[in-house]
T-cell receptor, first 114, second 109 residues
Framework: NAGVTQTPKFRVLKTGQSMTLLCAQD?????MYWYRQDPGMGLRLIHY???????AKGEVPDGYNVSRLKKQNFLLGLESAAPSQTSVYFC?????????????FGEGSRLTVL | GQNIDQPTEMTATEGAIVQINCTYQ??????LFWYQQHAGEAPTFLSY??LDGLEEKGRFSSFLSRSKGYSYLLLKELQMKDSASYLC??????????WGAGTKLIIKP
């Protein structure tokens, strides 16, 4: 089973460029999340979705946009990349937003902004 | 503010036992999770505690004391493959996960 798949795995951008990260899950999960992981810090929630057509802001949403047009896909966009957005990005999904819903993570996308 | 504290790094010997502590201060509590993350890989779920006490799952056990805001992950019969970061996360009253920075566990032969 594929589970949660992220593309691309690696990307280098110049300041001001835009890009989109794609997350796809095949588990029919309602909830999907985008996190960033930086050294010495816990995972930080960027945006999340509780179902097709819905999105909501997380802890660090500035500079990012998301869309959930199809239940299985959750896109993360960077409109004008900044060096502060250099990070590893993880997509995750869960069947429930409650405490019983363990998160299933993608393999991560390593983004460097020069 | 909300805060999760866990040691940055720990070292243990193959075959031994290690305990990784996690203390938390959050707005409400709806459960505590432990995830394992090997270097360069995705986090994977290990355990979930919502009631006080010990939950055992094979070589791994997780303990919770809600009154003390404290949990630990106990790893027995350590194997080299247990070298990884261990992430503690608490679900707050809004069902948002608050993550610790993780504990890097180094296993030596």
């Amino acid at each position: 089973n594929a589970g949660v798949t992220q593309t691309p795995k690696f990307r280098v951008l110049k300041t001001g460029q835009s890009m989109t990260l794609l997350c796809a899950q095949d588990m029919n999960h309602e909830y999907m999340y985008w996190y960033r992981q930086d050294p010495g810090m816990g995972l930080r929630l960027i945006h999340y979705s509780v179902g097709e057509g819905t999105t909501a802001k997380g802890e660090v949403p500035d500079g990012y946009n998301v869309s959930r047009l199809k239940k299985q896909n959750f896109l993360l966009g960077l409109e004008s990349a900044a060096p502060s957005q250099t990070s590893v990005y993880f997509c995750a999904s869960s069947s429930s937003g409650r405490a019983t819903g363990e998160l299933f993570f993608g393999e991560g996308s390593r983004l460097t902004v020069l | 503010g909300q805060n999760i504290d866990q040691p940055t790094e720990m070292t243990a010997t193959e075959g031994a036992i290690v305990q990784i502590n996690c203390t938390y201060q959050t707005s409400g509590f709806n459960g505590l999770f432990w995830y394992q993350q090997h270097a360069g890989e995705a986090p994977t779920f290990l355990s979930y505690n919502v009631l006080d006490g010990l939950e055992e799952k094979g070589r791994f056990s997780s303990f919770l004391s809600r009154s003390k805001g404290y949990s630990y992950l106990l790893l027995k019969e350590l194997q080299m493959k247990d070298s990884a970061s261990y992430l503690c996360a608490v679900m707050d009253s809004n069902y948002q996960l608050i993550w610790g920075a993780g504990t890097k566990l180094i296993i030596k032969p």
